[in-house]
Structures are given as C-alpha cells and as structure tokens.
C-alpha cells in the first residue's frame, strides 16, 4: 500500500465555458498571496483552479504548482503531513505546540502556488493559525501563495479568518455554473467521448420501454442542480459487485492494488472498477485504485459508515498484505482499524505492538488515529492503548502530547501494573523535559505499585535522575549493573545504552558517547526497530560534532531528516533538526548563519518542552556569539542556560554554564575571573577533557597541559598551547603548537579554530621578525575570520599587521589597520587600549567614552602599539612612532633632531642652522627619489614660480654650506647630486629625521629669504 501522489501530474486540462473565468481567476491569484475558490460540489473548482495554476506557473507568472487534498485532514499535524508530502518535504514529527509555526516554516521555505483542495474538511481554527504567522497583515508577500479549494464559505464562516482576511493579502472568488450554451458544449463533449448521445444512453438503459424512458427523464429532471442527488442515483444503479468494492474503499481512506481487491471483492473486480472510473466514482493511479478525497465526504454522508461485511473484507485484505509485506505501515494501520471496528480491540493492540518496523514506519498522525479509535471502540483496552500511544509520542520526541496522554490517564484509577507503566512513561517525559523534582515523583509513586521488586525501567528511571543531579559516577555504575537484565531485551538496552551516551555527553567525552549511542542503535536494530529513541541520534549528532568529524554529523543529521531510506531511520522532530543544522553550522565555523538559523528556533521553544535541550541550544549559542563578538547576546544565553541549571534536579549543567562563563570573561579580557571560572567549573566530579584544557591555559601559574582524551582533545590543547605560549612570550613554543595543531582543524573544516591558529602562527612569526611569513599566515586567517564574522578574530588580524606595518616603518599602513579595527569593531569591542592605538597612530577616533571592558588590551599591550610615544623617526619613506629613549629599528649615520635642531652622525653632533634643517629634512624624507632645486625652493624657500638666473645660486650656496656643516660629524658626502640633476642622500648614508610625537600645532619656521 502507498499514499497517492499529493502532486499534479503537470498534464494540463480541458475546460469547457471557463475561459473569462479563469481569466479573473488567474488576476486574483497573481495579485494575492491567499486566493480562497469556492462553489458546491461538481462545479469544477479543482479543474479549474488545476488549468489556472499550471497555465500561469508555465507561463512564469506564478511559481511551480504543488497540491494537497485536505479531505479527512485532522488537526494541525495532519495538515502539516498533507502539505509536506504536497511539497516534496520530509514531515518529521513535530511538538504538539509548535505544529503551527513548523508549517509556517515549512511554508516560508517553499517557492510554490500551493493548492489546498477539499478545506471543507480542514480545521479553520488551524488554517486561521498558520495563515497569521505565515503572512501577516503588512509583511512582504512571501515565495509561496496559497489557493484554498472548498465547497463552503472560508472567510466569511470563521471569525480568525475573517478578521486576518480584512487586513491581509486575501481574495475570495466564487465559481459560477455554466451557462446554457456551454452546457451544451460540455455535454457534446461527453458524448464525443462516451461514443452514443445522451438519447441512445437513455434508450439503451430504457430497453426500448416507454414506461421506462419516461421515468428516466423524470428521475433526471428530479435531481436538478444538487449533484448530490444525481451521485446517490449513481451509487444506488451500481451492481452489487461495484457497490462492495466502493464501500471497500470508502472504508479502507487508502489506495489500494486492483489484484488485492480481486482477491477479496471476486473475480468481476476489473469489470467493476472501468464502470467505478467511467462513473467518475474512483481514481486510478497505476495499479492502484482509491476514492477521490474530494469523494470521500460525499459517499459517506449518503452510504453511511461501512457495514461490518465490508470491514471484514478489508481486514482480509490489510491481512494478505501484511503479510507478504510486513513493514507496510498503511496495511499495519488498516489491518488495526478494520479489526478494531469489528470489536477485537485487544487483537488489534497486538497486531499493532507485533509489527514494530510497520509501526515505525507510520506517520505520527494515522498512528494517533489508529490508537484513538482502538481506545473508543474497545473499553477493555482504552487505557493499555493510550499507554502505548504516550510511548510512541515519547519516541518521536512529542514531550506536551505525552504528558497530555498520560495526564489524562492519571485521573483514571488504573490496575496497578497499568497504572505502574504510566508512572514509569511519565517519568521519562519529565525527564526528557527537565523536570526531575516531578520525575522523582512518579518513581517513588512506581516503587510504591511494585515494591517487591524494582523493575529495569524504574531502576534506569532513577538513573536518568542521578544524571540530571550530576552524579554521573553514580548512575554509570547504575546503568552498568544492569546490562545482564536488559541484554535479552533490545528496547531496555537500547535506553540504557542511550542513557549511557547522554552522560557522557555531557561530560564533553564525546568518544565515549558516540560508542554508547552506536550501541544503542545496535541494540533496537536487533529487534528490527526502526523507531530508535529519540535520543540517540541527538547524542550521536552532537558526540561527532564534538569529535571534530563535521562531515560525518552532517551526514547522520541529514539520514535522520531526509526520508527514510533504511528501517532505522526514525527521524528528528523539525525544529531539533533546525537546532541540530544551526549546531552543526556552527561547529563548522559558520557562525553567521547558524545564528540566524538557530536564534530563531531557540527563542520558539517551548520552555516546557525540553528545559535541558534549551540549555544545550543556549550553550551552543553562547559560544557561537562570543566567536561573532557578540558578548551581550552570549551573556543572555548562558545566563538562561544558568537558570535552568538553578533548578533543583539539573546540577549536571552547572559546569557547563561555568566554563562558558569562564570563556566570555576570557573574550572580555577579565582573565583572573575567566580563570577562577573554570576551576569552579572542575571543582566536583564533571571530569570534561576539554574543559580541563580550558582551565590550564586560563591558569597563570605554570604546569603540563592536561593528558589523555580524544584525538580532537588533543588538537584543541595544542591550540590552547600555542595561545599560551603567545601570551607569555614563548614564540617559538607558540609557532610549533600552532603547526601541529593547524592540519587537524584544515582536515575537519572547523574554520573558527583553524582562523585562531593561523592567527597565532602570524603573530608569533611577526613577533620573530619574519614578516613575510606572518602576513601570509594572517592572510588567511583574516579572510576566514571575514567570511564567517569572527569580528574579534578579525581585528585581531588588524593589530598584527598594524604591529608588522609600524615595525616595516609603514606608518601609513599602521593608521590604516588601526583604523580599520577601530571601524569594524562593535561599541562593546571598542576598548581603552584600542582608542589609545588609535591616538598613537594618530588616528581620528572622535569623540564617546571606549567600552567598559578590555577584550583587547593584552593583544595590543603584548604588540606594543600603545605603548608611549614621545617622538616620530622618519627615514626616507617610513617612520617609526618612539618612546624616549628607545632606539629605532635600524642604524643611521645622521639623525637630524629637529626638537633640539642639532644633527647627530658618527663623530658627534652638532646645532644646524634652521635653513640648513629644513634642507636636511626635505632631502632625508625624499628618500631614493630624491629633490631637484626647483623641489628645494618650493619646499624650503617657499617660492611659488623658480627662475634659474634669480635663485638658484642662492640655492647652491645653502647647500654647499649645508655639505661642510655636517662634514663635522660624517667622514663623507652626506648628499650627492645624480646624473639627472636632483640631490638625494647618499647611497651608502642613512639619514633619519626625529621630531615630536604626536605632533602638536605646527610652529611658525622661518624660511630662507628668495633672492631678488
């Protein structure tokens, strides 16, 4: 058995009479997002709205067709099905509570005209819903557009959807009968088609009688414009044959094989079926055959519900099916039905709980109905029936539908066996969702039902406890001691085994935790159960992407999302794997969109859903925010996950919460709290490999780097190492760390940790003198950093060139970097040390106070770029910003002073003239370029227009003077005249320039006097 196509074929149909119809059709649905269709039954809405899409979407002026069939559609979640299967989307359970804003989601994401058909049947509460968080009054109109098919009234019959109708971008359009003259041309048409007009029809049915005839004109004139009418005379002229199979397929709401029926419904089944789609009664797709869902409705309102003849037959059928296919999940679900609407409520529970892959395999919502109508058929099993739908809710990961289950039947007085299977699913409900102090609650009422012995299910019950509380050691020990009594049972294995997985995950020993999740895979594979625990592709998911193998967790995400594609693929709810895709993208390094993917759905959930699951998210988003430099949103994300760590019960996440906080002080600056931080955080049992890591390199005090863990532990200590060995000036040490620990982090494609270590290999060599080489490190370090929004990483990679710029005496690049840091820096990044860089530069800032922390200050401290500066050394086209007393970074054989106006060179110093200062000046800033004496009139005698005969003896003069003043100091030539007339420095003189720092207003020097 399968679902029909929720798709059109995309083959196109013939309308008769519809053709200004369509027209106005076609301008609504261009113009509005939402465009409602309605008219009675067999007015050809559907083929009308089919021809309007499908013209308008090959035409471009609208997207892609998709349709979905509403009718028996019940509530959110099976609305959230039909149009996921209609979207070519997997329809992964969803939380009862977030049903609505998943099909808004899943709706945003599609660029499609999307046809709901048969909405007669659809709840209006549900689309009223959806369509106010899909498209809000005065939002853009979005990708998708929405035609809604119904044979009643949509807006104006229901108050939620008349009032967004009012305001938002809706349109309703009635389609009218036809007119007489296409009448006549529908009608022509059928007959062409049929072969005999509508006379020989009535002549043939008649038998040549009159009496006869005459009752068949007036039985037609009778029926007038109600089809209802003319399709209760069709089904009631149907042969007996006919008639059994459409009550068959009526019961089964399912398409079924031809050679299925035969088997059940007699050998005249393929005769029966040409005169079933001759009549329009039934639809063939294939092999397959099934009541239009637009039909359903109709055929029951007149036939009534199935006799239990026709339940027997399909049972019989469902039966041949299962059993040449087991994990047929529609066959599973119709075998229940049928048998259940035949009074053996207890066999259909047991057909159910024996074929577990079948099971698996269904949607949650025929599952939902399946158990629901075993429980209202069958007293004797209601309550064993509910139980078993609470743990299939459980399984999906739907927490609020199982506690609304199980809280139902907790106002029941249940025998103590059911009443002991509630307790122990409800405790796992208020485990999973964060509550142990209630938890604790149902066990000890459990203990109190079974006290004789404590079952299995209790004892791991008070071991998911234990964890939560943060006695790890205690519930492993827990958990361990009962491999013996679940071994031979793959389902209580299996949640041991994932509850193993959980504890370590937790601990960050993701080694561990990815082998316990595996195991428990194993162990439900083993019993052929597809429907595997939520919870272990949760911890298996999140164990990889711990491991560094980023490809790999990509991979399991996607099987656990996509369809199924082997029976043990049960699949995430949506909005974990919106979570777990945003997780992923951030442990890849691309923080940007996993925080524009993962906000969102964080601030969705449900704070009653899965307080622990938050406080996972919120982790995973608070060190996504400190990498962005968004240390206020990653403040806000720990403190909820602290909040709920405060909750009696949680302990297990306090350290967590400690180490993040530890990491935000340390992205502030605040390295003594950061540090107190972490060994609050190891101060109990949590033993987290990486966490120690952390701890050592925030220690101020020396000591090895923690031992032992992970492959991927050991790469992210040689990260920390070398950001040690940074900080405290041990270079080489910080070089070889970073080269060990780069190629790890390039294979795993975690781009965050792969920008720090080459940010570090570029100071260290910067720092080493090796320029070349840091700026080629930096490089690409700062382009990661920039395509992924590492903003601190970013302008970090800023300071270093600054420092290489200014010590290359490029003080023009050095303003620039700084400037730059400065600009792309947000206001809590803009620390003190940043804005005096920035005024050491001699870069514009402006005015406003710098922020109040310092996530900065060591970097720049460490670089020295605000350091003090008391004077400015110029040489040719670089410069060197300096303290007093502190030596340039090259030798020069002059150094005009231009403070103290005196020249120091080899054999001392001595006072130059002002005339001569300026000329030294001009002449050492040159550079290799060198002045001609046209250059040295403008710049030093200030003349506009040079005449050789008037001035430039005088300029000579200065010049030879200039020569024999520093003859005093320098064995030779100071300047030289070049083949091309212009005076430079020396080839093998170094001459520099010193001045102030920074430059104050500029003095009033005299210049030499033009000669006249």
Known sequence: MAGSSASWSGTGCELIGRERVAAELAQLIRAHAVVAVVGPLGIGKTALVRQVVEREAVAGRVEPAAQASLAGVEGARGLLERTGRALGRRYPPVESSRLVSALSTLLGSAACTLVWDDAEDAALDTVAAVLEAFAPPGRPRPRCRIVIVSREAVFSRHGA????????????FEVPPLDAPACRELIAALEKRRGRSLQDEAIRASGGNPLALQLAVAAGSAAGSDPMVGLGHAIDALPSEAGRILFVLLAAETPLRDVDLAMVCGGRTQESLLLLSRRALVAREGDRVSLPPRMIGPVRSLVGAPA?????AVEDLARRVLAAAPDDPDALLLACRATAQRGRGPEALALLRGHVAARAAASPAALERALGEIARGEPAVAN???LALAREQLRWGDFEAARRTLDGLAALDLPAPLDYRRCILSAEALVRAGEPANATQELERARSLNPSSAGVAL????????????????????????????RSVPSLEGRRAVSLGFSYLLEERHDRALSWARKAREAYRLRGDAAVDI?????????????DQIDRATEVAARETSGRTSRDDRGLAQGTAVLFRAGILFRRGEMKEAMQIGEPAFRALDRRADRIFRARVAHYLARCAIGLGQLERAEEFIRIAAGI?????????????????ALLCEARGERSEAAERSRLALSGAWRSPLARIEAWALDPRDGPPPRGGFRAAHAYAWLRSAERALERGNLAKAETAAARAEPWYRRAGALYELARVQLVSGEARA????????????????????????????ICAHLVRAFVAERAGDLQKCSAELGAAWTQAVPELRDEALRRACARAGVDVGPGPAGAIRPLAARISRLGLDRPATCLTKQGGRAWILDAGEDPPAHFDLTLELDRGRVRGEHGELPLPPQQRQILEHLACAGAAGMSVEDLYREVWGGTEYHPLRHRNSIYVALTRLRESLGAVLARDAFVEGPDGRYRIAPEVTAAVRRSWPPGEPDSQLRAVSAK
Request: charged share 25%.
């Open 308 to 312: 239990p003849p026709i339940w027997e």
């Open 767 to 794: 720092r080493l003198g090796r320029s070349g080489e840091a700026i080629s490190a930096i490089a690409s370090g700062a382009s990661v950093a920039e395509r992924n929004g590492y903003l601190p990483l970013l």
């Open 535 to 547: 919870l272990v592709p949760i911890v298996e998911i999140a164990a990889l992407m711990g491991l």
């Open 645 to 661: 760590a405060a909750e009696p019960g949680l302990g297990v996440l306090r350290p967590t919460c400690e180490m993040d906080f």
């Open 459 to 486: 004892e791991e019950g008070l071991a998911d406890l234990a964890v939560l509380r943060g006695d790890l050691h205690g519930a492993r020990r827990t958990l361990l001691r009962l491999a013996h009594r679940t």
């Open 161 to 172: 959807l008349r009032a967004w109708a009012e305001h938002g971008d809706a349109a309703s």
């Open 384 to 386: 064993d029936a509910l």
